[in-house]
């Protein structure tokens, strides 16, 4: 008797604790905004064509499973529990290493070397980046890119003991390899790697480099421009006020502050357009104590460095925006793209929106190759006629090639692209190809030429 007593007041307790967080949760608000990412809306019991939703109750329980009393808190005991007792993390997207630091889930395959980018995509990355280069510099600006490193291929020591790199070189080191003798890349993990700095260039439990990380790699890169850099007032103190994205994330109940570096200078530059965060879209700056123009396209890593690099320039302006629109640079800019480690296979998905430089074909021997089984469009886009799409495999011998395209009489090199967003109802491949051409171009008829290394050409032709 005292034994089913005793089961049933525990049974109780079990069920009462469990409906706990949905009794509360009208009562309860959990605070979204640590989460780095949009939770699930209440779901409409009409669908938005009219008529009912036949989905309600699969979206109120996607709505419920991220809104429930409580859960931050619930979330946060399971984190620090698996954290301390089992060294692993209670989410995918972070990693916790040893004391105390916190890595980004999605930098794994660069730290481990797994699941690369293929030696032909390389070509494409560095070829596509020449393109631009050439560009530029020809419009009379300056053409920078540099990779800011993962903060596990700046501090490895502090990963897991059991994530053990392969043999294999990794993204970056295989870029820098393809392109390290150009002048328009800077090498920025060899700087920050051979920097010997007093505190950690990295949050111990952010995604990114802190204020001083971003200074030395700022002071480095102007010092690839051969200009001066940011001053620092009287010095750097440390203070615990920034909330770690990885740490909010993991522990989302906490305030989990981490270490931040500041100084007292006094910045002279101004917004010039309607400013809301370092995170916007857009944001254009103005220093009438400093001199030239800058046109930096960045990541999440380019909002610690810009208020130095806004500080440098005259007038600037830093993009998060994709494709790069360079069509718009002027003689003696300065246009510089940054782009994380992680991230670097972004540049095989789109073409910068500029007018291709135009080339040509001596080779008059190529072969011809069957269309049938490849894809090109053309559209009116940004002013220019955008023509893209893909070839087959019987067009390359190996991974160093080029893409020529030929209409009205003249000849363009092209971006080696897949326009994912344009050609949705296709497999990715890594043979495609765009470009922007002149506006006034005929493109009923086009001719593509795929240029081999090995002096092999290859070519089809389109009638659109």
Known sequence: MKKNIF?????DAFFGLC??????????????????????????VKAEEGGINFDFFDEFESYFSEHFAFRQ?????????????????????????KDGWLYYGETINDFLRLDTLSEMEIGSIASNLRIMEKYCTEKGAEFIFFAAPNKNTVYPENMPYNYVPSDNESNLERLTAEISEDDFYFDMKSALMGLESPTPLYHK????????GAYAA????????GRGS????????IEYDRLGDLAAMLYPAEDAKDMQLHNDYEYSYEYTSRFRGLDDISITTSNPHSKGNLLMYRDSYGEAILPYMAEMFETAEFSRAVPYR???????????????????????KSAAVMEAPECEITDTAAEYADSSKAVIKSIDNNGMKHIYGFLTEE???????????????????????????????????????????PAETNTDNIRITVLNENGRAVYTDFNN
């Open 73 to 97: 808190q619930l979330v946060n005991a399971d984190g620090r529990l698996k954290s301390a007792l089992t060294a692993t993390s209670a989410d995918d997207d972070v990693i916790v290493g």
């Open 230 to 237: 940011c001053g620092t007032g009287s010095g750097w103190h």
């Open 205 to 212: 439990t952010d995604t990114h480099w802190n204020n001083f």
């Open 395 to 437: 067009f390359f011998d190996n991974s160093r090639y080029r893409i020529i395209a030929e209409c009205d009489g003249k000849c363009y090199e092209a971006f080696q692209c897949f326009e994912e967003n344009l050609l949705e109802e296709y497999e990715y491949t890594n043979r495609g190809f765009a470009a922007y051409l």
């Open 7 to 11: 089961y049933r007041i525990y049974t």
């Open 218 to 225: 700022h002071t480095m890169l102007m010092n690839k421009l």
């Open 19 to 44: 409906l706990v967080p949905a009794v509360c949760t009208p009562f309860v608000k959990n605070d979204a905004s640590k989460e780095k990412r949009q939770l699930a809306e209440f779901p409409s």
């Open 326 to 348: 360079l069509d718009n640079v002027n003689s003696d800019d300065t246009v510089i793209i940054e782009l994380v480690e992680r991230n670097l296979g972004n540049l095989l």
